[in-house]
């Protein structure tokens, strides 16, 4: 069960750290304003509609690799709901976090950080309920998928860390483009 959770966790978990650096950024260094008119829509939308975008291509990209069917459009409907819903929630979290951050001291950064490990640590089980419930009503060869799926994500930090120590198979350029960078 634990092996579930933490397979489960691992993609949420890269999605939050990079939203967390990128939303930090974005707080202290906006973005110049363009005097030109023929931007293109995704240099116009702000970090939290490209942040929102992510998540739904994500919550897309998944329900078309498991192949989720009508009968299990309910326990779909609730995971992806609560993948929303724990991104909404972060990214507010993170910005409001950005936004104190320099009237902050040391003790106050130290109690935001660990609120927002516990937020991160809550949301976490919430995601991992849905994804339960929903992982109980897959078919097998769903689950199989499912499965590979968790298995490969999980895979791609340990794989960057080999290559990182020169040991072990590189890694590939599809997995490091999906790697969070430091």
Known sequence: MKNAIRK???????????????AMAQQTSPA???????????????HA?????????RIN??????????AQSTQWDAYAQ??????????????????????MNADDVMKSYA???QMHADD???????????????SPDQKQAADDLFHNRA?????????QKGGGKPASASSSATTPSN
Do not use: C
């Open 8 to 22: 489960a966790a691992v993609p949420l978990m890269f999605s939050l750290a990079a939203f967390a650096g990128a």
């Open 32 to 46: 110049p304003a363009t005097a030109s008119s023929s931007a293109a829509p995704a240099a116009t939308k702000t």
């Open 49 to 57: 509609q490209r942040r929102a975008d992510a998540v739904e291509q």
């Open 61 to 70: 990209d998944m329900h078309t690799q498991l192949k989720i069917t009508d």
């Open 82 to 103: 609560t993948m929303r819903d724990n991104a909404t929630k972060a990214g507010s979290a993170f910005r409001n976090r950005a936004q104190k951050m320099s009237s």
């Open 115 to 117: 609120e927002l490990a």
């Open 124 to 138: 976490m089980q919430k995601l991992s309920s849905s994804w339960s419930a929903l992982y109980a009503v897959l």
């Open 155 to 163: 895979a791609r930090p340990h794989s960057m860390a080999r290559k």
